[in-house]
């Protein structure tokens, strides 16, 4: 049969039958619906996180303390384990980085004037700015002599800045007192804004490492050392050059856990979007799922109509309609149905994505993979549900279904 | 001499309900020539509903050979009836049997729409024409259940006309109406008749076999009678001597 007439009967039989095609299609609505916003979230969050780290450096690269061992073989060896010779060493002898700060950090209360705010202050050295993709607004990074005089000096972020200058003073120059140990503010750093967990990242307080080991922690120990590598492809080099020296240095023997570990922001954020997929997935499916409901809606409502109609199927095939021209029909139906249907969930998913993104300022993307694949699924759905009670009816006896009531 | 168009030869249908075995039709010869005018008749349950939906390849006999246009039936498949009903052969039903919700011309454009042969504006055409032919021209965008019995059975015929039919089967077609609609439908089937249909009209009621040229009166799925109607009367003449209506 003719394709034109295919599509005609099919159209005018849905139009017959408005509110069972609408019925049958908000299944496959909701189902495109959430599987397009759940990816277009998953996906959102992916791309939110992705930029935010690669806003705190992504060639970054920080050697830690392994806490898994310290679970099994305690003691403060390991926890102090981590030596300004670890730091000096990777300094001088690796190849692929670029810059290398020690990182040692305390607690406290920062106060000026009236105005009181607690900070976790960070003893870096002047690489870390470069590190950490922080950016001079106002003054400047450490000076030479500041490290290795342990200088009361500090680089403070906006929010540190709003806290306790509340007059609109100009911070630098000014002093302000760290647990009372008075402390020159040299430099204030450019707004990076906060993360979508609602991490400030203006709310920094950082100095020389030399003072806060001394002055403030009173510890001879680091807790962490930074470095970026050259660039992002060598990143991978200099893990393993960073590794070699902190494995010769800690006398790690071949095969045994080492007390640090040596991790690059691309891991990380590696290890963050293996979660997000997870969730991603999860959410996927939990919205397959409603997919594959609507979907069964179809072969319902097919199947249902097949019984209604079997008289206007006998009808049908007494004016010459042959089995296949049923079969075609049905099918036809059943594809217009969750094409039109899968339409109406793309536009509607989409839609309320974008809400999402406006209310929520998060990176929501509806992805064009989520579209195909929605549409891929419906046309699927309506081909696969919608051939059972086909087949059923193109199977059928003309007298026997016009004479059925 | 004419051409043979049916040529059936001792068929029988049985149906099996449950444990009972259904003669409907217990053997049944007879054939019929292009142009003719061939009534059936039979109280209810005889089998004439049985012999037509044969006639009309929507069934097919247990036992039996069934010659239509001079092919053998029993060598068709499925496919080629289906072909044959929408090429050849127009259907009429006692309850009419229209698309529910479907405007008259769309009723009428259904055998068209399985048939690739015609266009949409061929098909359109046709079906105005069917419509006109059945005096429905002021009628063709109005839905089957806006119309009256009448009117619905004349969608029917148009639809069983629209494909050029070489016979037209219409089973008890008048026996859902009142006498004087009745009348109209049978002064209708009378001129498609003078235009050169073979047309089989099943009824049970004796009146309407007088308006034909040939009468097959069955029981209990044999032929009891098969008698030539020598003075056929004119169903236009006799609408036009009933008292007008007033309304
Ligand atoms: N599909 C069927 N299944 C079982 N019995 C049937 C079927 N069709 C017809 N019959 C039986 O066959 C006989 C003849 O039926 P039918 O041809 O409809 O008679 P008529 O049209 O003359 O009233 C009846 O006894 C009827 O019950
Ligand atoms: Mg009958």
Redesign the interface.
């Known amino acids: 049969?003719?394709l034109?007439?295919l599509i005609?009967?099919a159209l005018?039989a849905l139009v017959?039958n408005k509110m069972r095609g609408f019925l049958t299609m908000l299944g496959i609505i909701i189902g495109v619906s959430s599987v397009i916003i759940m990816l277009a979230i998953g996906e959102g969050s992916k791309n939110t996180i992705a930029n935010e780290i690669s806003n705190m450096g992504s060639n970054m690269i920080m050697v830690q303390r392994n806490y898994n061992r310290e679970g099994v073989s305690k003691g403060a060896t390991s926890m102090e384990s981590m030596k300004i010779k670890d730091y000096e060493d990777i300094a001088r002898d690796a190849k692929y980085i670029s810059g290398a700060s020690p990182y040692v950090t305390a607690s406290g209360q920062l106060i000026f004037g009236s105005n009181n705010h607690p900070i976790r202050v960070e003893g870096v050295n002047e690489d870390y700015l470069e590190i950490r993709k922080h950016e001079i607004q106002d003054g400047s990074n450490f000076r030479e002599g500041d490290i290795k005089n342990s200088a009361k000096v500090c680089i403070i972020g906006k929010t540190v800045v709003e806290k306790l200058f509340k007059n609109d003073e100009d911070p630098i120059g000014k002093i302000i007192r760290y647990n009372n140990i008075p402390f020159q503010v040299i430099g204030v750093l450019k707004s990076k804004g906060s993360s979508t967990f609602g991490q400030d990242f203006d709310d920094v307080m950082i100095a020389p490492y030399t003072t806060v080991q001394k002055r403030i922690a009173a510890i001879n120990y680091l807790h962490a050392i930074f470095a970026s590598s050259i660039s992002e492809e060598y990143s991978e080099k200099a893990i393993a050059e960073i590794t070699e020296i902190m494995t010769l240095n800690h006398n790690i023997p071949e095969g045994k856990e080492a007390d640090f570990i040596v991790e690059s922001q691309k891991q990380i954020l590696e290890q963050i979007n293996t979660v997000i997929n997870l969730i991603t997935t999860l959410l996927g499916s939990i919205a397959g799922i409603s997919l594959l409901v609507g979907g069964i809606g179809i072969m319902n409502i097919m199947y249902v109509s097949v019984t209604e109609r079997t008289?206007?199927i006998g009808?049908?095939?007494?004016?010459?309609?042959?089995?296949?021209?049923i079969l075609a029909q049905f099918l036809v139906e059943a594809i217009i149905i969750s094409l039109t249907g899968g339409l109406i969930g793309v536009l509607f998913g989409s839609g309320v994505s974008f809400i999402i993104r406006l209310a929520s300022g998060w990176a929501v993307t509806v992805s064009p993979f989520s579209v195909i694949l929605s549409f891929l699924f419906c046309t699927f759905t309506g081909v696969f549900f919608g051939w059972y009670p086909a087949k059923k009816a193109a199977n059928l006896?003309?007298?026997e279904a016009?004479r059925y009531e | 001499m004419k051409e043979k168009i049916i040529d059936i030869r001792d068929i029988k249908r049985h149906f099996q309900v449950g444990e009972e075995l259904v003669q409907a039709l217990r053997g049944v010869s007879f054939s019929v020539e292009e142009g003719e005018f061939l009534t059936i008749m039979g109280m209810s349950g005889s089998g004439k509903s049985t012999l037509l939906?044969l006639l009309?390849c929507?069934?097919t006999p247990t036992e039996g050979e069934y010659y239509l246009d001079g092919k053998p039936v029993a060598n068709m498949t499925?496919?080629e009836r289906?072909?044959y009903?929408?090429?050849k052969i127009g259907?009429v039903?006692q309850s009419y049997?229209l698309?529910?919700?479907?405007t008259a011309i769309?009723n009428v454009e259904?055998?068209l729409?399985?048939?690739?042969n015609y266009s949409?504006a061929q098909r359109k055409e046709k079906s105005k024409q069917a419509l006109i032919s059945v005096g429905l021209e002021d009628r063709m965008m109005h839905k089957s259940q806006q119309m009256s019995g009448g009117q619905q059975q004349r969608v029917a015929i148009a639809?069983a006309l629209v494909?050029d039919p070489v016979m037209i089967l219409a089973d008890e077609a008048t026996g859902n109406l009142d006498s004087r609609t009745s009348y109209e439908i049978l002064t209708l089937f009378q001129e498609l008749h003078k235009e050169g249909r073979t047309i089989i009209f099943v009824t049970h009621n004796p009146e309407i076999a007088e308006f034909s040229s040939r009468t097959i009166v069955l029981k209990d799925g044999r032929i009891l009678e098969d008698k030539v109607n020598p003075n056929v009367k004119d169903a236009r003449t006799v609408l036009e001597s009933l008292p007008k209506e007033n309304d």
């Open positions: 049969m003719n034109n007439n005609s009967i005018r017959n008289k206007e009808l049908r095939m007494s004016v010459g309609a042959r089995g296949r021209d006896d003309p007298i016009i | 939906n009309g929507l069934d499925k496919n289906a072909i009903r929408n090429r259907f039903f049997n698309l529910p919700k479907t769309q259904l055998p729409m399985y048939n690739h949409a639809r494909n």
